[in-house]
């Protein structure tokens, strides 16, 4: 039995941006997935740590995931950030978001984001919009 749920397998075809970061699709349900990445030397910022913006794609990715996996297409409406430790080049970087309140239009999603040493680097609260439109 497969760990990637078919509506996941289906998003990826297109995820340009999952591709991008090299993710890897671990685990993926309803209402849940995770994701892992190694961090390389172009995602480094200026103060030689990695871009924000990484941990955040890598955690939107499994936050889109676990939110789609219901079958209708799930879009952000916000989603919030908070970076609790340095991320270094080399570093492996795992997120995993779980649908924590699931409504008609609406959908809640937390993420966390942890390092290869089980560090938690960041973690994420999003609002998702539910579509008519069906996987």
């Known amino acids: 039995m497969s ?4 509506v996941v397998e289906k998003m990826l075809e297109g995820d340009e941006m999952t591709s991008w970061l090299d993710a890897e699709v671990l685990e993926s349900r309803e209402g849940y997935c995770k994701v892992q990445m190694e961090v390389r ?3 480094a910022n200026g103060f030689n740590i990695v871009h ?4 955040f794609s890598l955690a939107d990715s499994a936050i889109a ?3 789609n996996a219901y079958g209708r297409h799930a879009v ?3 989603t919030t950030i908070r970076h609790l430790y340095p991320v270094f080049v080399g570093d492996t970087l795992i997120a995993e978001a779980e649908v924590v309140n699931l409504k008609h239009k609406i959908v809640n999603v937390d993420a966390i ?3 290869q040493n089980g560090e938690k680097v960041a973690d994420l609260q999003a609002i998702g919009y539910r579509k008519s439109e069906q996987w």
Do not use: Q
């Open 3 to 6: 760990k990637i749920h078919p």
């Open 41 to 43: 030397r172009e995602m």
């Open 52 to 55: 924000g913006g990484i941990s």
């Open 65 to 67: 995931f676990a939110a």
């Open 76 to 78: 952000s409406l916000k």
């Open 113 to 115: 984001v942890t390092n």
